[in-house]
């Protein structure tokens, strides 16, 4: 079981930019959240999604978006970058039918410059 | 609204000691409680969870943890720490009943002296 992989492990970008981080659930899982961990913080819930459509959002702009595909794998979208959101992104899959545990990925640091 | 407090930011024990590490939560309902435990530029892994029942709950690595409604904490011990628990800890209250949507405290980095 390979767990919850998420690429890439390191992305560099320049203030404006867009991004997108991906996430691949564990197996079995259905639902995929993603969290923010700014440097020397706890992580912070961004969204969740489940059946392909976004269940919960946190307190994040919509310049923040995402996507679930029908194999249950998820996508990070950031647009217009800008230095505060440099930090490691987090996603984490769980199975709605066994309660929340969550799993997490190694996660994605990003850096923006 | 909830939220998770780690009132130890940081942590230094000696190996063999025994250690405890502070939880405090603020939630209206019986809570959903996490401890996860992250190693210098990795994830989170999943230490422990409460979701009813025994308040004391066994975890992997040697953890255990109890929740005390009177006090609204979910402290994390250990009898004997060993060089490699040297992390940070984070505790962590699934904000409104078997959604996953976890709320964080701050973290406690664990220093473990030889």
């Known amino acids: 079981d390979a767990g919850v992989t998420q690429s890439p492990t390191h992305l560099i970008k320049t203030r404006g930019q867009q991004v997108t981080l991906r996430c691949s659930p564990k197996s079995g899982h259905d639902t995929v959240s993603w969290y923010q961990q700014a440097l020397g913080q706890g992580p912070q819930f961004i969204f969740q999604?489940?059946?392909?459509?976004?269940?919960q959002r946190g307190n994040f702009p919509d310049r923040f978006s995402g996507h679930q595909f029908p194999n249950y794998s998820s996508e990070l979208n950031v647009n217009a970058l800008l230095l505060g959101d440099s930090a490691l992104y987090l996603c984490a899959s769980s199975l709605v039918s066994q309660g929340m545990s969550a799993f997490f990925g190694q996660g994605t640091r990003l850096t923006v410059v | 609204a909830q939220s998770v407090t780690q009132p130890d930011i940081h942590i230094t024990v000696s190996e063999g000691a025994s250690l405890e590490l502070r939880c405090n939560y603020s939630y209206g309902a019986t809570p959903y409680l996490f401890w996860y435990v992250q190693s210098p530029g990795q994830g989170l892994q999943l230490l422990l969870k409460?979701?009813?029942?025994?308040?004391l709950v066994q975890g992997i690595k040697g953890f255990e943890a109890e929740f005390k409604r009177s006090q609204s904490s979910f402290n994390l011990r250990k009898p004997s720490v060993h060089w490699s628990d040297a992390a940070e800890y984070f505790c962590?209250?699934?904000?409104?009943?078997?959604?996953?949507?976890?709320?964080f405290g701050q973290g406690t980095t664990l220093q473990v002296k030889p």
């Open positions: 409460y979701f009813s029942g025994d308040t």
């Open positions: 962590a209250v699934e904000s409104s009943g078997n959604t996953g949507k976890l709320i």
């Open positions: 999604y489940y059946e392909e459509e976004e269940r």
